[in-house]
Structure formats: C-alpha cells, structure tokens
C-alpha cells in the first residue's frame, strides 16, 4: 500500500491564482482530512469528509473547497491565492471505527507571493 | 480559541536523558489522546496514544502520563536518542464530527549525542 499520496510536493502560486491539491489514499478509509501547518500553529483542520458525497468545514476553511467524488480521493481547491495560505498542506485518511488514528500524507509545501 | 495547549515550545536534551513534553486541554468531552511525531519534510505519525480512563500508557521508551482532574497529560520519552529528534505533537479528539483531531502547537525535540 502506497498509504497517503500527495501532488504536488512543492508549488509556488502568484497571488490571485488558483490551484488543486491533490490526495489519494488506498486504505479503503471513510474519513479523509485537510490541515495546514504553520510554525508555532500545530496543525489546523481545514475540511473533512466522512465518505464519498459528504464533506464539512473545519476550523479554517476561507479560501478553500473540496469534493470527495470517490472513497480514495479528497483534492482541495484554492481559489484567489492570497499569502496568507503561504502554508504546508497535509491530507490525512482514518478508519470509520475506532479511535482515529490518522494516517497522514508526505505534506504540500506552498507559497503565494 | 486554542483547546489544546502544548509546552514547551522546544526541548533539548543530552542523549540517555528524559525528554518530558506537556500538555492541558479545556474540553472535557475529549476522550482519546494521541501523540505524534513528526520529522523533517514529513508528515504527522501516531506515536502513542492513551485514553481516559487509566492514568499511565507506557510502549517501550515512551510513556503518556494522564491526570484527568487536572486535565493534563505528558509524554516522557526515556533515554532519549539523536534518532527521537523530531517535532510532537499533542491532540485531542471526541466521539462525532469523524473524531477531528484537535493539535497543540508542537513542541521541537533536539537530543544531543
């Protein structure tokens, strides 16, 4: 199992621009999550979604949309880049049952300027 | 408002020492504890978790410390190694909302030979 995959690794954006993250799991997993990482921050909850069809905010969704189409991916859309989502970007897959524990991709570094 | 506070912010220790990490969160409808850890250019793994209903969790050298009353918990990492060098994270999650994971801010472990 390749686990969590994530394109691209590194992109830098003009401001104004806009882009697709993608992530794909082969875990069969319901839950799939979006978090920005910030220094100092921790990781912050952008979207999630609970099955193919079903997504939801989470703490910091301005700026961002996504859509689950299938079970395997999860791509996050940025419309209208801005600096302030200068970030690293993780995409995450979970079990339905248990207690979650999240299975995180390799991370999407990017930059607007 | 930041429901999971993590300090300190970083730690270095001399190599065959404890590495101890806190944490406090403000919820009490949280009922699982993971930690995580993380290394350069990678993502988040699950290191430990622990849950809380028992006050010690202990997988080889690392051990989770949990006092409910207090709401705390700590990991203690056992004669640490150059290798242990990595940022953790705390977190928090509750049953619902696909179990999201609430992060604190990261502590950054250096341990030197």
């Known amino acids: 199992n390749a686990g969590v995959t994530q394109t691209p690794k590194f992109r830098i954006l003009k401001i104004g621009q806009s882009m697709t993250l993608q992530c794909t799991q082969d875990?069969?997993?319901?839950?799939m999550y979006w978090y920005r990482q910030d220094p100092g921050m921790g990781l912050k909850l952008i979207y999630y979604?609970?099955?193919?069809?079903?997504?939801d905010k989470g703490e910091v969704p301005n700026g961002y949309n996504v859509s689950r189409s299938t079970t395997e991916d999860f791509p996050l859309r940025l419309e209208l880049a801005a600096p302030s989502q200068t970030s690293v970007y993780f995409c995450?897959?979970?079990?339905?049952?248990?207690?979650?524990?999240?299975?995180f991709g390799p991370g999407t570094r990017l930059t607007v300027l | 408002q930041q429901q999971v506070k993590q300090s300190p912010q970083s730690l270095i220790v001399q190599k065959g020492g404890i590495s101890i990490i806190n944490c406090a969160y403000e919820?009490?409808?949280?009922?699982?504890f993971p930690w995580y850890q993380q290394f350069p250019g990678k993502g988040p793994a699950l290191l430990i978790a622990?849950?809380?209903?028992?006050s010690e969790k202990k997988e080889g050298r690392f051990t989770i410390s949990f006092n409910k009353s207090a709401k705390q918990f700590s990991l203690h990492i056992m004669d640490s190694q150059p290798g242990d060098s990595a940022t953790y994270f705390c977190?928090?999650?509750?049953?619902?909302?696909?179990?999201?994971?609430?992060f604190g801010s990261g502590t950054q472990l250096t341990v030197l030979p």
């Open positions: 875990m069969n997993h319901n839950y």
């Open positions: 919820n009490t409808a949280f009922d699982y």
């Open positions: 995450a897959s979970s079990y339905l049952r248990g207690p979650n524990e999240q299975f």
């Open positions: 979604s609970v099955g193919a069809g079903i997504t």
């Open positions: 622990i849950r809380p209903d028992v």
């Open positions: 977190a928090a999650t509750k049953s619902g909302s696909a179990r999201q994971l609430t």
